[in-house]
């Protein structure tokens, strides 16, 4: 039997008003303290009782000063508190980084946009987190800090499982740092779902190609819920770069994705039509990118 | 207990909550403001949207104490004295409820969107109330209402419909 529980466990709510009284909380509770941003995962899955253990929540949203989405000229840099739908309607989001827009668009609903951070998206890091793929094919950087230290993770890296990331309890992120893309690169962000909003993605594909003469000067792909964390293909990647673009080769990439992603099967799709659906994603992805010259109409990233 | 201090509808509250209680609990339990519906609780439908500094959120999921100091609009709070808001007027002249159980998020989410954008197309309607699910209208009645609204708030000089 299934039990629909509306109300939230008991824990106390803490609202830190720097980082450092943020990780003095983390530290001193250990496993027993949760951060929250938006809380748009954090609040469901303990009214699920999908979390448990936790007697304190920690607020970010106290601190302030870390909503911030900037842009210097060398890159893009995400505050913890910038919220999807902040991001999604950034003037120099939607202008330099336009596939980010993209994906912040494709996620849930206004209401939970409005809440949901994509710091909190990629910490959350279910294989279909939808800020991920594009976040990898951009190189992004993400700032960590504890009691202990601080350190910069690459987004390749961040990722060790379903719900998992290299964070341990007592560690805050605290930015997310994006180069700028390649010149002339062009990115999209696919995300198949059954719904045209409010859904979880089958399957997301992020593809970030630079044509220079008909010949692919870089290529980069990234995969959502097709494998325990949102991976980049590599060896997909590698077939076209430095090669003049064919239907073939974009077939040949098309099938290394494919074969480079280890889907499961569930209630949303068998594992071999998640894979198959990369296929036909990462290939498509690749031929509009290529075909659409009026790129920035489409919200292909123009570089910079 | 944590006391907490809202402006729901431009007037001062200042409640005593546990910790672990929502704002979408505070306004209709401890208020007794049942114009906000709770339908799944989890974010997915909509049911519990208030406006939050401005922005739409889903009630549910705010907790009572992240909402301290905020602005909250519910839909109590779009009637001037007897003159309903004229999206609410457009839902009834439309028929854009049955049971009306999703008519108060509907509309919230509505009134953020024509605010944003007197004058939204088919597609931006559906974006605008993708959050917010009906299971009587099938929408197209909702459809109606929304772009007859927006026809007469865009009539009124200040943007509310009527005189
Ligand atoms: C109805 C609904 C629909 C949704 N649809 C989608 C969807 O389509 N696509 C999608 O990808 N997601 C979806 N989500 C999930 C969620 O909204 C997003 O993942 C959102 O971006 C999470 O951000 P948040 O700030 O609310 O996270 P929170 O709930 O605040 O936190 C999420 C996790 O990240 C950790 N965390 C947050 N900030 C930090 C930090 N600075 N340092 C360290 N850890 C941190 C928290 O401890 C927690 O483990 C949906 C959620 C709901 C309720
Ligand atoms: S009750 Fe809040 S979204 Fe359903
Ligand atoms: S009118 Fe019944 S749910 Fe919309």
């Known amino acids: 039997m299934v039990t629909f529980y509306r109300r939230l466990p008991k824990f106390d709510y803490l609202a830190p008003q720097s980082i450092e009284e943020a990780l003095a909380l983390l530290s001193r509770y250990q496993g027993s303290a949760k951060v929250i941003a938006g809380g748009s995962d954090v609040v469901p899955k303990l009214k699920r009782r999908a979390m448990k253990g936790i007697d304190y929540i920690v607020d970010l949203k106290g601190i302030s000063g870390l909503d911030y989405i900037s842009y210097d000229g060398a890159g893009l840099k995400l505050g913890p508190l910038a919220t999807v739908r902040a991001v999604e309607r950034s003037d120099v989001v939607l202008e330099t980084f336009p596939m980010l827009a993209q994906a912040a668009e494709s996620m849930a609903s206004p209401q939970v946009r409005n809440r949901g951070t994509v710091v909190g998206n990629i910490c959350n890091a279910v294989p279909s987190a939808d800020m991920a793929p594009s976040l990898l094919t951009l190189d992004a950087k993400v700032s960590v800090v504890s009691e202990k230290g601080s350190r910069t993770v690459a987004i390749q890296d961040f990722f060790t499982g379903p719900t ?111 894979r198959d659906m990369v296929r036909v994603l990462t290939r498509r992805a690749i031929r509009e990118l290529l075909s659409d010259e009026a790129a920035s109409a489409q919200g292909f990233g123009k570089g910079a | ?147 007859a609204a927006k026809v007469a708030m865009a009539a009124s000089s200040d943007g509310r419909g009527g005189a």
């Open chain 1, 164 to 274: 998992k990331t290299v964070l341990s309890a007592d560690e805050i992120v605290t930015g997310i740092e994006i180069p700028n893309p390649p010149a002339n690169s062009r990115g999209k962000y696919i995300k198949l779902t059954p719904r045209r909003a409010m859904d979880l993605a089958v399957v997301g594909v992020a593809v970030m190609v630079t044509p220079e003469n008909g010949i692919c000067k870089d290529l980069r792909i990234a995969l959502g819920a097709v494998s325990p964390t949102p991976i980049r293909v590599a060896q997909a990647e590698s077939i076209l770069k430095g090669n003049k673009f064919s239907d073939e080769l974009i077939d040949q990439v098309a099938e290394a994705a494919a074969e480079g992603c280890r889907p499961i099967s569930d209630h949303r799709a068998s594992a071999e039509y998640r």
């Open chain 2, 1 to 147: 207990m944590k006391s907490i201090k809202l402006e729901i509808n431009g007037v001062q509250h200042e409640v005593e909550v546990a910790p672990w209680r929502t704002l979408l609990e505070v306004i209709r339990e401890e208020l007794q403001m049942t114009g906000t519906k709770e339908g799944c609780g989890l974010g997915e439908c909509g049911a519990c949207s208030v406006l939050m500094d401005g922005k739409t959120v889903n009630s549910c999921l705010v907790l009572a104490a992240e909402a301290n100091g905020k602005r909250i609009t519910t839909i109590e709070g779009l009637a001037q004295a007897e003159r309903l808001h004229p999206i609410q007027q457009s839902f009834i002249d439309n028929g854009g409820f049955q049971c009306g159980f999703c008519t108060p998020g509907m509309i919230m989410s509505t009134k953020v969107m024509l605010d944003d954008n007197p004058n939204p197309t088919d597609d931006e309607i559906k974006k605008g109330i993708s959050g917010n699910l009906c299971r009587c209208t099938g929408y197209a009645k909702i459809f109606d209402s929304i772009r």
